[in-house]
C-alpha cells in the first residue's frame, strides 16, 4: 500500500514538473514571441513601408493566453495578490484551517470556470466565428479558458492535499 | 400575448458617444419601442462600447447576452465575412438618395439575410455617413496616397484597397491612432466626416479630400432566437423604431457632418472637393478591387455581389 | 441582494482568498441572483475582453524590459549615474525617481509601466540608500500615475474621444496639472528628507560624473531610443514599448554580455507569471465593472447629483469618481461614468477640458486606492512585496494628490491657462 501510494506520489511529481514546463514553455515564448513580432512589424512599416496586419491581433490573443496559463503558475508560487492583514493576525493553526477553507473555494472556483470555459469554447468551435484579420477560428482564443483554469485547479488541489 | 406581465428589459448597446448620430438612432428605438408597447417593454441604451468592443459586440448579440447592438459592418468581418462586401470602395452609390434606395432593395437584403447562418438577425442598415481620407497633403488621385501609411480597418478588401492604391494599410487600434497620427508615425486614416471630428483626428491632420470612396455604415443586430420568439407586437414595435431610428441617424449624421465640416474648417484644415474627372481615375483604379472583392468569398458572395452590382446598375443608370 | 454580493466579496479579501477569485465569486452567484437572464458564459467571455486590448500591451513589454535590464547592467549604471547626478541632495535619490516617472510619463500612456521600467532600477538603490520601504515603494508606485497626466495618455484619450473634448486640449491641460502634482510630490520628499535626516551620499566630482556618464552610455540610449521613437513618429507607445524589449536583449546579450540567451528564456518566464498575475485582475475588473453597467449601478450614483448646487455638483463627482476607483479599472470608471456626468457638469458650466482633466486625475488617484489598484498589484507583483506592505506607504501621496485635486477642482486657471494659450 505504501509503495503503492508512493509511486502514485511519484508519478504525480512527474506529472506536475512536465505541466510546469509546458506552462514555462507558453509564457516565456509567448512573451519573446509578441515582444520580437511588434518590433519586426515596426521596423517592417518604418523601413519598408508593409506592416504585419495580424500583429496587434495576434499579440493580443497570445497575452490572453499567457494569463491563463500563468494564473496556473502562479498559484503553483503562491504569487497571486491577496491581502493576508487579517489572516496573519490568527494562531498558525487556525490559520492553517482558514488557508485550507480558501483553497478549497478556490478548487471548485477554478473547476467551475473551467467548465464555463469548456462549454463556451465548444460554442465557438460550433458557431465557427473567426478572427477579423488572421482569420483564426476564435474557439482557438477561448480554449486558454478550459486549460489554464485546469491546471490551476490541480495547483489549488494540491494545496488542500498537501499534509 | 404572452400571460406574465414581466417587463421585458432589452439591452441596446453601440460603440459611439452619447449624443453622436448612432446615439440619437438608438435613442429613437427605445422611444419607439417603449411608447408601442406601452410600457410592456423597457430599452437601456448602452453608448461608449460600455458593453465591450468589437469582438464583445457581436458575440454579445450572437449569444443573446446583448439583445440588440448597432456596430460597423467591418464588426462582421469574423462572423459573417460576406458582409465585409460593403466595404468595397467605389462600389456603392455616391449618391445618398441612391444608396438608400438600393439599401431597401432585395439584394442587400439578401446579403444582410447570410448573418441568420450565425444566428444573427440584421433588422437594418443604418448609413452613417461616406469614408473620406484624412492626411497631411490632399488626396486628389491615387497617386497621392503612395507610400502614405494610412489606418484602416481591419477587413481584407480595405487591406486590398490601400495596396492597390499604393499606400500601406495599417491596422490599429482607435486608442492609438489619434497619438499614431500626432507624432506622424502614421500618415492618415480614412472615415466619415463627423467621425473624423469626433474622434479629434483633425487636430493632428492638415488635409481631408472629399473622395466618398466608400461607406462606414452600420448594422442593427439581434439576437435571432430572441427576437422570434417575442410577441409579434413587440417585433413589430422594434422593427418600426428601428426604421425610425434609421431616419434619425441619418439625418442626424448629415447635420453633424455639416456642424463638423464647418468647425473643421475654421480650426484652419482643410477640406478639398473631388471633381468628377477626379473621381473616374479613382474609379478606374479601384475596378481591380472590385474584382478582388467580387470573388474573394466563394460563389455565395460572387452572386450576392453580381446581384447587388446589378442593383446598382439598375439605380444609377450606369 | 447587492449588499450580500459586496459582504461576499469583503469576507473573500480578508480570508486571503486571491483578488481576482475574490471578485469574480461574487459577480459569477450575481448571475444566479439577479442577472438570470443572462448566461454565465459570459464571465469568460468578460475575462477574455477585459484583456484583449491593445493599448494593454505595452505592460507586458516595459514588465519584460525592465526585469531583464535589472538581471543585467543597464539598471544598475543608470541608477549610478543619476546618483551621481542628484545623491548629495535630501531625498536626492527619491525626487529623482519623481522626476523620472515624470519624464517616463511623456513616454507612457497608462499608470502601471513606470513601476516596472522605473521601480525595477530603483527600489533596490533607494532601499541600499537607506530609504524606508514605506517611502522607496510609495514614491514609485504613486509617481508612476503621474504617466496618465503627461501626454500622452490613454485615458485623456477616452475621455476626448467619449465627450468630444478636443483631444489636444486636454493633453496639453495635462501637462500644466502632471507638473504640479509631481512638483507636489517632491515638496513631500524634501519636507520629509529634511525632517528624518534621509541620508544622502557624497556630491560626486565632475570626474566621477563623467566617468559614470561613460558608464552608462549605452544605458542612457533606453530612454534616448524610446523617447525619440515616439517623437519622431517611428513607433506609437505601445509599441515602443516592444523596442524597449529589443533594445536591452540587444544591449545586455551583444554589447555587455552579461545575459545569455537562456537566461532571456527564464526571465521571460518570471515576466509572464507577473504579467499574468496583473492581467488576471484586470479581466475580473472588466467583469465586474460589466454586471455594475449593467445593473445600472452607475446611473443610481449620478442621480444623486439633480438638482445639486454646482460647487456640490463638482466636488461629488470627484467623490463619484474616487469611490469607483477604488472598485474598477480607471479606464472602466472613465467609460462607464463619463457619458453620465458629463451633461450634468456642461449643464452648469463647466469647461469640458477642466472636467476633463479632473476626471483624468480620479482616475489617477484610482490607480493607487484600495482596494482594487492595479499600480498596487503591478508593485506587488513585480518587487515580490505583499499588498498590506505596499500601502501604507501609498497614504501620504493619495492625501496630496486629492488636495491636487481639490486645488484643480476650485481653480480651473490650473487646468486651463496652457490650452487657452492655444490658438
Ligand atoms: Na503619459
Ligand atoms: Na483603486
Redesign the pocket.
Known amino acids: 500500500m505504501s509503495t503503492f501510494s508512493s509511486l502514485s506520489q511519484k508519478i504525480f511529481r512527474n506529472v506536475d514538473r512536465y505541466i510546469s514546463h509546458f506552462e514555462n514553455f507558453v509564457i516565456a515564448t509567448g512573451l519573446i514571441f509578441i515582444s520580437g513580432l511588434i518590433f519586426v512589424n515596426v521596423i517592417s512599416r518604418y523601413f519598408f513601408g508593409t506592416s504585419i496586419n495580424w500583429a496587434e491581433e495576434l499579440a493580443r490573443y497570445i497575452i490572453v493566453w499567457i494569463t491563463f496559463i500563468g494564473i496556473s503558475t502562479c498559484t503553483r508560487f503562491d504569487d497571486h495578490v491577496k491581502i493576508e492583514v487579517l489572516t496573519n493576525k490568527f494562531r498558525q493553526s487556525i490559520r492553517e484551517i482558514i488557508k485550507k477553507i480558501v483553497n478549497v473555494v478556490n478548487t471548485l472556483l477554478a473547476l467551475y470556470l473551467f467548465y464555463l470555459g469548456f462549454v463556451i469554447t465548444i460554442n465557438m468551435y460550433n458557431i465557427g466565428n473567426k478572427s477579423v484579420t488572421m482569420g483564426m477560428p476564435i474557439w482557438l482564443l477561448y480554449l486558454a479558458v478550459p486549460i489554464g483554469t485546469f491546471l490551476m485547479s490541480f495547483q489549488f488541489l494540491k494545496k488542500v492535499l498537501n499534509k | 400575448s404572452s400571460t406574465v406581465d414581466k417587463e421585458i428589459v432589452i439591452k441596446l448597446s453601440h460603440v459611439s458617444s452619447p449624443g453622436s448620430a448612432r446615439d440619437l438612432g438608438a435613442h429613437k428605438v427605445k422611444e419607439i419601442v417603449e411608447a408601442e408597447t406601452e410600457g410592456r417593454v423597457k430599452v437601456d441604451v448602452y453608448p461608449s462600447s460600455q458593453l465591450g468592443g468589437q469582438r464583445d459586440q457581436v458575440e454579445g448579440v450572437q449569444s443573446g447576452n446583448i439583445e440588440m447592438v448597432v456596430v460597423p459592418t467591418a464588426y462582421l468581418g469574423g462572423t459573417q465575412p460576406l458582409i465585409t462586401l460593403l466595404d468595397t470602395p467605389f462600389f456603392l452609390p455616391p449618391d445618398l438618395d441612391d444608396l438608400k434606395e438600393l439599401y431597401s432593395s432585395d439584394a442587400i437584403r439578401a446579403l444582410l439575410d447570410t448573418t441568420e447562418e450565425v444566428g444573427i438577425k440584421t433588422l437594418s442598415i443604418w448609413h452613417t455617413g461616406y469614408m473620406q481620407y484624412s492626411a497631411n497633403r490632399p488626396i486628389l488621385k491615387p497617386d497621392d496616397l503612395k507610400g502614405l501609411k494610412v489606418r484602416v480597418m481591419a477587413s481584407p478588401i480595405l487591406f486590398e484597397q490601400a495596396k492597390t492604391f499604393g499606400a500601406d494599410g495599417i491596422t490599429m487600434d482607435f486608442s492609438e491612432t489619434y497619438s499614431a497620427l500626432q507624432s506622424r508615425a502614421i500618415d492618415g486614416q480614412e472615415n466619415p466626416i463627423d467621425t473624423i471630428f469626433d474622434m479629434k483626428f483633425h487636430e493632428v491632420q492638415s488635409d481631408i479630400s472629399l473622395t466618398t470612396h466608400g461607406t462606414l455604415d452600420q448594422l442593427f443586430l439581434v439576437n435571432q432566437k430572441w427576437f422570434e420568439s417575442l410577441d409579434a407586437d413587440i417585433q413589430a414595435a422594434i422593427i418600426k423604431g428601428v426604421e425610425e431610428g434609421q431616419k434619425v441617424t441619418v439625418d442626424s449624421t448629415y447635420e453633424a457632418i455639416e456642424r463638423a465640416k464647418g468647425i473643421i474648417l475654421s480650426e484652419g484644415v482643410n477640406i478639398h472637393e473631388v471633381t468628377p474627372e477626379q473621381r473616374t481615375v479613382f474609379e478606374e483604379d479601384a475596378k481591380p478591387i472590385i474584382e478582388f472583392a467580387r470573388n474573394h468569398f466563394g460563389e455565395q458572395g460572387k452572386k450576392l455581389f453580381n446581384d447587388i452590382e446589378a442593383e446598382i446598375k439598375r439605380i444609377t443608370g450606369k | 441582494m447587492f449588499y450580500i454580493l459586496v459582504s461576499i466579496f469583503l469576507i473573500l479579501l480578508l480570508f486571503g482568498t486571491p483578488i481576482f477569485i475574490a471578485i469574480i465569486i461574487p459577480s459569477l452567484i450575481s448571475f444566479f441572483t439577479t442577472f438570470q437572464n443572462l448566461n454565465e458564459t459570459l464571465a469568460i467571455q468578460r475575462l477574455i475582453g477585459g484583456i484583449d486590448t491593445f493599448s494593454l500591451l505595452a505592460i507586458p513589454f516595459f514588465m519584460f524590459a525592465a526585469a531583464i535590464m535589472s538581471e543585467g547592467r543597464i539598471g544598475g549604471r543608470l541608477v549610478s549615474f543619476v546618483n551621481s547626478l542628484v545623491g548629495h541632495l535630501p531625498g536626492g535619490l527619491a525626487l529623482a525617481t519623481v522626476v523620472t516617472c515624470t519624464l517616463f510619463g511623456a513616454i507612457s500612456g497608462t499608470g502601471p509601466a513606470a513601476i516596472v521600467a522605473v521601480g525595477t532600477i530603483l527600489l533596490p538603490a533607494l532601499l541600499k540608500e537607506g530609504y524606508s520601504e514605506k517611502l522607496a515603494l510609495g514614491t514609485i508606485v504613486s509617481s508612476s500615475t503621474l504617466s496618465m497626466l503627461i501626454p500622452p495618455g490613454v485615458a485623456m484619450i477616452l475621455y476626448g474621444v467619449i465627450s468630444g473634448t478636443s483631444i489636444g486640449k486636454v493633453f496639453i491641460s495635462g501637462i500644466s496639472v502632471g507638473l504640479l502634482t509631481s512638483a507636489f510630490f517632491m515638496l513631500f520628499i524634501f519636507i520629509y528628507a529634511k525632517k528624518y535626516n534621509l541620508p544622502r551620499s557624497k556630491r560626486a566630482t565632475f570626474k566621477e560624473v563623467l566617468h559614470s556618464f561613460i558608464q552608462a552610455f549605452w544605458a542612457l540610449g533606453f530612454p534616448v531610443v524610446i523617447l525619440g521613437g515616439i517623437y519622431l513618429g517611428i513607433v506609437t507607445p505601445t509599441e515602443a514599448a516592444a523596442i524597449a524589449v529589443a533594445y536591452v536583449i540587444i544591449v545586455e546579450l551583444l554589447i555587455y554580455r552579461s545575459l545569455k540567451p537562456l537566461d532571456i528564456y527564464r526571465i521571460a518566464a518570471s515576466s509572464g507569471r507577473v504579467i499574468a498575475m496583473i492581467f488576471i485582475l484586470i479581466a475580473a475588473g472588466s467583469l465586474l465593472s460589466w454586471l455594475l453597467t449593467v445593473a445600472q449601478i452607475p446611473q443610481m450614483l449620478v442621480s444623486l447629483l439633480d438638482g445639486m448646487n454646482p460647487i456640490l455638483i463638482l466636488l461629488l463627482i470627484n467623490v463619484i469618481f474616487l469611490i469607483a ?2 472598485f474598477l479599472d480607471p479606464n472602466s470608471s472613465i467609460i462607464i461614468l463619463t457619458p453620465l456626468v458629463y451633461p450634468v457638469a456642461m449643464s452648469i458650466g463647466v469647461d469640458p477640458v477642466h472636467l476633463g482633466i479632473l476626471i483624468v486625475m480620479n482616475a489617477s488617484i ?5 482596494p ?2 492595479l499600480n498596487i498589484f503591478v508593485a506587488t507583483g513585480t518587487f515580490k512585496v505583499p499588498y498590506e506592505r505596499v500601502v501604507p506607504g501609498l497614504v501620504p501621496f493619495i492625501f496630496i494628490s486629492i488636495i491636487t485635486l481639490l486645488l484643480v477642482t476650485f481653480i480651473p486657471e490650473i487646468a486651463l491657462w496652457l490650452p487657452n494659450l492655444m490658438p
Open positions: 476607483g477604488m484610482g490607480m493607487i486606492t484600495p482594487f489598484g
